[in-house]
């Protein structure tokens, strides 16, 4: 089991910068798929980056592309997440996952075929 602790969360205003930290330990595999992953009060949980353990390609959904970016450092076994111009829509709970084989990060199924998640970590945007 892969254990992910997420954290970098806060309040912040529109337009700011937030960078989030997930960090991971209890990997057994080469081959991951690690995520970040939003879920907003009332909302279903949605994909918002993921980057293969394999070769370090990243990947984005449209909504996101552009200002999020996933990046790992595998010294300090850490995966972060870097948002830029931050929006109230981006309000939610932000968690980090991990799942057998990379080519979850561009699977349809993404959410569920994650195997491990952490606790989540707060983001807020105010207007």
């Known amino acids: 089991e892969v254990q992910l602790q997420a954290s970098g969360g806060g309040l912040v205003q529109a337009g700011d910068s937030l960078r989030l930290s997930c960090t991971v330990s209890g990997f057994f595999f080469d081959n991951y798929a690690i995520g970040w992953f939003r879920q907003a009060p009332g909302k279903e949980r949605e994909w918002m980056a993921c980057?293969?353990?394999?070769?370090?390609?990243?990947y984005y959904p449209d909504s996101v592309k552009g200002r999020f970016t996933i990046s790992n450092d595998s010294s300090k076994n850490t995966v972060y997440l870097q948002m830029n111009s931050l929006k109230p829509e981006d309000t939610a709970v932000y968690y980090c996952?991990?799942?057998?084989?990379?080519?979850?990060?561009?699977?349809?199924?993404?959410?569920?075929?994650?195997?491990?998640w952490g606790k989540g970590t707060q983001v807020t945007v105010s207007s």
């Open positions: 996952a991990a799942g057998i084989g990379a080519h979850l990060c561009y699977s349809d199924y993404i959410v569920q075929g994650m195997d491990d």
């Open positions: 980057i293969s353990t394999v070769d370090g390609s990243t």
